[in-house]
């Protein structure tokens, strides 16, 4: 047998192997297990719904996915994983949760079942890894899919003649997506007088709606809710002020009716209903758009990324809960959720990918064309601060958008209120040492 | 002799009386005492706990801290509080005006004499009752989306402009109480029609041929014959109205800003959403004192009647 042939056979050997490792026998640690599960009602619940039963062939596993609203599911989480046997085997950790979820010991550590089964975490996008994988150096949590957040445009509005024309009459320039935060809002205010539909569909429902969507708002222009560096409350800034100021606006001048009392589904439903032009909202909507179903506005929705420096940048990660009744069998299962085929196979099905390499797969690309964007999006975006007490940063922001939206409060006073509060939030954070 | 076993006679009846009340004191603590111990596992434990934890400071994710005495009903004692009881106070006083004042007509109606298909209307006044809250709420929110929601397109048919509802700070609150007075009136209905078909008819008979007109015969011999019932009627409404939660939740969250906030889902949302265990605790032995008060009032009033 010549050197080649035994290289080969060796390499072939090792592939097998190696294969054969990295899906140790599902079936013998998961053989008659019932792995529960709680996710969010969201195309990428759908796309996994799909392909969950080809695990139950493998393994012998039964996967139980109960799929709730995302405001149910924070309080039907933190009661099972204060108890000594959780009623979850798996979970999905939004990405605010996860410094929370880490510093009070929830979720286990996954670097030595990554490096025993050599799970290759780099086809991750590095930005998703930040928030939603490695906390403090430990990893613990594999990325399942992202929120990228970015400007939702209809595309046959904005492309029609009529349009540009009176866009450029108004604005004194030939017609372009808008670039800044500012140029959005007085764009959203025109397009909705002369179209006659709201010029932004908004969500400004207390308390995650309202801080997802104004947050792009605070990241655009540059501000931030803290100093990262030293903890100190930064968004009392002239950016942070001026970002709610104009997301007050729009929400009086721009946004559908019933826009405070509106969370994502509802920016969906006005889009798809061809009652508005644009929306700052996230990406994944996109396959409910596009369902002829339901949707009035099948292939005419656009996506750009947010105007202005940063949008919000959101992910849910796949981790193992410390009080799982079987954690091996809950690790085979996310290794076998994040393979490269099944992770394919979720993203064609209206998934939202979190390696790198699906967005550059032809077929992936061909069925979501508009995902071509998502590498631009992920790149002028960032996260919440991974902190212990940030589920609790978004409920001050909305009181602070509340106390604006609602109460009429000068946006300066609201947020200085609210100081004292989100100084509390840091103090004694583990995680900011 | 005679006199002896006369004695005897006498005696023994009082003995065996006197062995029935201990054997019946026995039984009566034997058979009590497991419902008791139940009673203190799933309703004394717990609150015992809940006022022990409202002494603490115990945010979930860092787990229990230090006792600190009063020092989350001090730091309730703000502006938030302030703002969280007035709106309950708002929704409480509305609905349980707006309620009785519907159930108690309706009730009237329904027991007139020459009503036909008396119980056929009321089966279809108690079916908001027997809804779940969830999914009333569910209903009305879908109805009245500001989008979608049919009761804007019926307004826009006479020419009225599209509302927010739930999503209009100056409408929320109003929304709300609609749709809790839509829910919570056939139970202000079934208790008062009680009330009313247990009265005697004597009176009003009596009145009647003394020339009473309707309204003289409601004013001086229904209401006040009846006002025991309405009290009740009334304290119940008010204690369960204090509480309102489940609406809320699922049609506004509390928003928008803070408008239909009330004490029970700011209790909820220092719970779960601040994982503040030990503030939410104190809230809610906050409420706990004021139901507990509206109770006393109710079986003081129980007891004259």
Known sequence: MSRFYKASLLATVACVLGATSAFANPAEVCKDVTLNMLLETVPDTVALQKVAPEFEALSGAKVNIEAVNYSLMHEKLVPSLTASSGAYDVLVVDSYWVGEFVTAKWIQPLDERIAKDGVDTSVYFPALMDINGKIKGTTYMLPFWQYAMG??????????????????????????????????????????????????????????????????????????????????????????????????????????PGALGANFDDVANALKQDKAVFAITYLFLMPTLQDPKESLVVDKIGFARMPGEDSLLGAWGWAVPSNASNPDCSWEFI??????????????????????????????????????????ALAHAKGLPVMSRATQLVEVFAEVMGDVLANGTDPATAITNAEDKLAALTRGDPLLK | MKSATTSMNLRAPHLARK??????????????????????????????????????????????????????????????????????????????????????????????????????????????????????????????????????????????????????????????????????????????????????????????????????????????????????????????????????YILTQGGPGKTTETISFYAYRLGFRFLDIGQAAAVSFILLIAVVALTLVLLRILRER
């Open chain 2, 19 to 248: 062995g029935d009340e201990l054997s019946l004191g026995f039984y009566k603590f034997v058979f009590m005492t497991p419902t008791i111990l139940v009673m203190m596992l799933v309703v004394a434990a717990p609150l015992l706990y809940s006022f022990y934890l409202s002494l603490h400071e115990y945010i979930v994710t860092y787990g229990q801290g230090p006792f600190i005495g009063l020092g989350n009903y001090v730091l309730l004692m703000g502006r938030e509080f302030a703002g969280v009881s007035w709106v309950t106070m708002k929704l409480t006083v509305s609905v349980v005006v707006i309620e009785f004042l519907i159930a108690f007509s309706l009730a009237l109606l329904l027991n007139q004499s020459w009503l036909r298909f008396r119980e056929f209307y009321l089966v279809i006044l108690m079916l908001p009752m027997l809804m779940t809250p969830v999914a009333v709420a569910l209903m009305f929110r879908l109805m009245f989306n500001p989008n979608l929601g049919i009761i804007n397109w019926l307004l826009s048919l006479v020419g009225i402009p599209a509302q927010g509802w739930f999503g209009d700070p100056n409408l929320a609150l109003a929304t709300v109480i609609f749709v809790d007075a839509w829910t919570e009136t056939s139970l202000m209905l079934i208790m008062l029609y009680a009330g009313l078909r247990s009265l005697p008819q004597d009176p009003v008979e009596a009145a009647r041929i003394d020339g009473a007109n309707a309204w003289q015969i409601l004013r001086h011999v229904t209401l006040p014959t009846l006002r025991p019932v309405i009290l009740v009627t009334l304290l119940i409404r008010m204690i369960t109205a204090l509480k309102s939660y489940d609406l809320i």
């Open chain 1, 151 to 256: 400007l939702l445009y209809r595309k046959d509005i904005v492309e029609a003649p009529e349009f540009q024309a009176a866009y450029k009459t108004e604005f004194g320039r030939d017609w372009r997506l808008p670039e800044t935060l500012e140029e959005y809002a007085e764009l959203a205010k025109w397009a909705g007088k002369f179209t006659g539909k709201a010029g932004a569909a908004m969500s400004g429902q207390r308390a995650d709606p309202v801080v997802m969507e104004a947050t792009n708002y605070v990241f655009s222009l540059g501000a931030d809710f803290y100093n990262r560096e030293d903890w100190v409350p930064t968004l009392n800034s002239p950016e942070g002020i001026k970002a709610v100021t104009v997301y007050a606006d729009l929400i009086n001048n721009a946004a559908q």
């Open chain 1, 335 to 376: 290794k076998w959720v994040e393979s490269k085929d099944i992770a394919l196979k979720r993203g064609i099905a209206g998934g939202q990918p979190t390696q790198t390499w699906i967005y550059e797969n032809a077929d992936f690309i061909k069925a979501w064309p508009a995902m071509a964007a998502v590498g631009d």
